[in-house]
């Protein structure tokens, strides 16, 4: 269960958001460090959401996909959208579980993907448990070459890449000590747990949602509602950035205020970081 997002109720609008970014790259440096062709890959999205993730890596051509998600709406959207795949066999597990801990058998995946999942499993708490243990459990159900895969926005670039992040940085202060660790942090909890960070990557225009650009369509409240950031934004806060955005475009200035503001193309929103158990090496 998300320390922060009602995902239950946010599967209703998570699609119209969010976009598998990455997901080509994430295949390929599977493939490579496993030494394996993608059809006799069996991967794990652990936090799955909506499963973008998994219908993009089978799409792409993954032997086979197990899901698991805390939110019985995400995991149906998900089943919905994987129909073919679940027929097929392709999908071979949609597990509802809340991380710690992950019920598989030990050497069951060659890689375990947390694709934004890890930020929601402990909330402004230093030492990470749940993080850390869920990795543990990601250790233990890797077969030998298997790749752990955790995806994220990293603080910096949720202040230095994201315009609508700017407009009240008290706000994106607040969001990034309750609910986004830092790479110092992360490094700590893949110690922590006995994995080690080999590459990481950011990806050039993972501005992550999809209507990142529609200027138009941002003072109709659907394009942030549910969004993780606007979650610690009091009512007042909330109901300002939405003011404050209506004024620029209203007064013709907000398409440059974006363009000025906006760094994702350079810096990248997403940030992959590709892993393996320290006694693997
Ligand atoms: C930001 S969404 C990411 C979904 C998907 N991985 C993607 O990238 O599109 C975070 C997901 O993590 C799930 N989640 C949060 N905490 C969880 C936990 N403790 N155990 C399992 N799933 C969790 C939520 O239900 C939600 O579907």
Same mark, same amino acid.
């Given at each position: 269960?998300?320390?922060?997002?009602?995902?239950?109720?946010?599967?209703?609008?998570?699609?119209?958001?969010?976009?598998?970014?990455?997901?080509?790259?994430?295949?390929?440096?599977?493939?490579?460090?496993?030494?394996?062709?993608?059809?006799?890959?069996?991967?794990?999205?652990?936090?799955?959401?909506?499963?973008?993730?998994?219908?993009?890596?089978?799409?792409?051509?993954?032997?086979?996909?197990?899901?698991?998600?805390?939110?019985?709406?995400?995991?149906?959207?998900?089943?919905?959208?994987?129909?073919?795949?679940?027929?097929?066999?392709?999908?071979?597990?949609?597990?509802?579980?809340?991380?710690?801990?992950?019920?598989?058998?030990?050497?069951?995946?060659?890689?375990?993907?947390?694709?934004?999942?890890?930020?929601?499993?402990?909330?402004?708490?230093?030492?990470?448990?749940?993080?850390?243990?869920?990795?543990?459990?990601?250790?233990?159900?890797?077969?030998?070459?298997?790749?752990?895969?955790?995806?994220?926005?990293?603080?910096?670039?949720?202040?230095?890449?994201?315009?609508?992040?700017?407009?009240?940085?008290?706000?994106?202060?607040?969001?990034?000590?309750?609910?986004?660790?830092?790479?110092?942090?992360?490094?700590?909890?893949?110690?922590?747990?006995?994995?080690?960070?080999?590459?990481?990557?950011?990806? #050039?225009?993972?501005?992550?949602?999809?209507?990142?650009?529609?200027?138009?369509? #941002?003072?109709?409240?659907?394009?942030?509602?549910?969004?993780?950031?606007?979650?610690?934004?009091?009512?007042?806060?909330?109901?300002?950035?939405?003011?404050?955005?209506?004024?620029?475009?209203?007064?013709?200035?907000?398409?440059?205020?974006?363009?000025?503001?906006?760094?994702?193309?350079?810096?990248?929103?997403?940030?992959?970081?590709?892993?393996?158990?320290?006694?693997?090496?």
């Amino acid at each position: 269960m998300s320390n922060f997002v009602n995902y239950n109720r946010a599967s209703r609008s998570y699609d119209n958001q969010r976009f598998p970014a990455g997901s080509d790259t994430m295949a390929a440096m599977i493939q490579f460090y496993t030494s394996k062709n993608l059809p006799d890959l069996r991967i794990l999205d652990a936090g799955c959401g909506t499963g973008n993730y998994s219908k993009s890596l089978l799409d792409i051509g993954v032997g086979q996909m197990a899901l698991l998600d805390s939110s019985s709406e995400m995991l149906k959207t998900a089943k919905d959208k994987l129909d073919n795949y679940i027929e097929c066999g392709k999908v071979t597990d949609v597990v509802e579980c809340t991380m710690p801990p992950i019920p598989f058998p030990d050497d069951s995946f060659d890689a375990v993907l947390f694709n934004t999942v890890l930020n929601h499993l402990d909330r402004a708490n230093s030492a990470f448990p749940n993080c850390v243990e869920t990795l543990n459990e990601s250790r233990r159900i890797l077969r030998p070459n298997g790749v752990i895969i955790v995806s994220t926005a990293l603080p910096s670039a949720i202040l230095n890449a994201v315009w609508f992040t700017k407009i009240n940085t008290k706000l994106t202060k607040r969001f990034i000590e309750n609910a986004v660790p830092s790479l110092d942090q992360f490094e700590k909890m893949f110690i922590a747990s006995g994995i080690e960070c080999f590459q990481k990557m950011n990806i #050039l225009g993972s501005d992550i949602f999809k209507n990142y650009y529609n200027v138009d369509g #941002l003072p109709e409240e659907s394009w942030l509602k549910e969004n993780e950031y606007l979650t610690f934004a009091t009512e007042s806060e909330a109901g300002e950035l939405f003011r404050k955005v209506k004024e620029l475009k209203e007064n013709g200035e907000l398409e440059n205020w974006v363009k000025e503001n906006d760094h994702t193309q350079t810096i990248g929103v997403l940030t992959i970081f590709v892993c393996k158990p320290v006694s693997a090496k």
